[in-house]
């Protein structure tokens, strides 16, 4: 690898830093949100991501161009470094973000040096990349293969490889990298432990979570990432009493997010959601109702945007419902089987779920009466119906979708149980010990 790419590759990664951290938007929010128990410099700079991300879904649907909404977004920035908000505010050059951009620079290396797409990522997903890095709309995407793909991801990818520099592909996909180390890094900040250990623990799920196929420009990651944030925001939600409504329009806000990154990640956030408006007994009803309808109203106004544009809303291709409706016991017994099978396979394979899982299972009894965890348990129920669901419909060859699939499928939602280990933690190992921060 040439120096010059090693330079280009640490200027990407602390110019994303930069660009999503302290932005004029979530200074003026800062009043509103100080008060929430907890709450970190991290926390502002997720708001920042979520912001942008919803931004730039509107000017990607609206064929808004690109470069004048990075202009106009780094105005904004510039806007920011005033003697009057370095005052107020001042970049956070911690240790923890010190480790933070270290990590995220080393893993862009591994990215930058191995240089492999998956199959989906040659076809699908780069071509969608290539769409918006070369300025083309979002109507243009009728041209492309598997046109009901959601393109979120592949516009944040487009995005950031043409700006700031536009030289490499892989430019891109570093975000990627960024949201992901942040994403565990800010979820650690919940623990009731140390700093030293709140690290550890967070380089652990690095290295039990990361492989380089994760950032091979499919969109799986992006799922696990924001169902990460959705986590602890979900976490602040049976927390505090106060600031319920910013908490819930944060939950939106991903939610939003993952509508438009992948079909699965809308009924993912939806089972989230549909946990909480049952069994958070903090939120009182207007917030619950205001939580659930505007959930609605988000998948409302992406169905709505894909008529107007005249785009496809799904790929009716991927299942045959007629075809498996007409089937015999053998058949039934057949992909019954193999999707137990392999769902066991793959969850056995995963660190976090053969961690969370039995602790959920011990957490029954011992947390029995705490709001979050039969919010889990709820979740739990709910995404394993529908996982099933999912594969049987499936049309043909159910053993190599399973196979080639369901690993990536599991994962994608598995930040979620993370909170398992949260809140068996603080709850029931901690009770009582102060939050260190």
């Not at 990607?60 to 908000?85: E, Q």
């Not at 007994?281 to 939580?291: A, D, G, T």
Request: glycine share 2%; hydrophobic share 55%; aromatic share 22%.
């Amino acid at each position: 690898m040439y120096l010059q790419e090693i330079s280009l590759i640490l200027l990407q990664v602390i110019f994303i830093y930069l660009f999503f951290n302290n932005t004029i938007i979530s200074s003026k929010i800062l009043g509103k949100i100080e008060s929430i128990k907890n709450f970190t410099n991290i926390d502002f700079i997720i708001i920042n991501i979520i912001i942008f991300l919803n931004l730039l879904i509107l000017i990607s649907i609206f064929s808004i161009n690109s470069m004048y909404f990075f202009y106009l977004y780094v105005l904004l920035i510039l806007l920011t470094l005033s003697k009057d908000f370095i005052k107020k505010i001042k970049i956070n050059f911690s240790y923890k973000n010190i480790i933070i951009l270290f990590l995220v620079f080393i893993l862009s290396l591994d990215l930058a040096y191995t240089l492999e797409l998956g199959w989906d990522t040659q076809w699908f997903w780069y071509l969608k990349a290539l769409n918006f890095y070369q300025d083309q709309n979002f109507s243009n995407l009728k041209n492309l293969p598997i046109k009901a793909y959601p393109h979120l991801g592949p516009y944040i990818w487009g995005f950031f490889w043409k700006f700031p520099f536009g030289n490499f592909e892989y430019l891109g996909r570093i975000v990627y990298i960024f949201f992901y180390t942040l994403a565990i890094f800010s979820f650690s900040e919940i623990l009731k432990i140390n700093n030293h250990l709140k690290y550890i623990f967070s380089l652990i799920i690095i290295i039990a979570t990361y492989k380089y196929d994760l950032f091979n420009g499919d969109s799986d990651i992006l799922m696990f990432i924001f169902l990460l944030f959705a986590a602890k925001f979900t976490y602040y939600l049976y927390q505090s009493k106060k600031n319920q409504l910013l908490l819930i329009l944060v939950l939106l806000g991903i939610a939003n997010i993952l509508i438009w990154i992948k079909y699965e990640a809308a009924f993912f956030i939806l089972f989230l959601i549909s946990s909480i408006f049952v069994c958070n007994k903090i939120i009182n009803k207007k917030n619950k109702i205001v939580m659930i309808t505007s959930f609605f109203f988000l998948i409302l106004f992406k169905v709505s945007m894909l008529w107007v544009l005249d785009m496809p809303m799904i790929d009716d291709k991927s299942f045959g419902l007629q075809e498996t409706m007409y089937f015999n016991f053998d058949e039934f017994y057949y992909r019954i089987t193999n999707i137990l099978f392999f769902i066991f396979v793959f969850l056995v394979q995963s660190p976090i779920y053969l961690l969370t899982l039995p602790l959920m299972i011990i957490s029954i009894r011992l947390l029995k009466a705490n709001p979050l965890n039969i919010t889990i348990l709820l979740f739990t129920f709910i995404f394993f119906s529908f996982t099933i669901f999912a594969y049987f419909f499936k049309v043909d060859q159910i053993v190599f979708q399973l196979r080639f699939s369901m690993g990536e499928f599991l994962f994608s939602a598995s930040g979620i149980y993370l909170l398992v280990f949260a809140n068996f933690l603080n709850t029931y190992l901690l009770k009582g010990k102060k939050t260190y921060n």
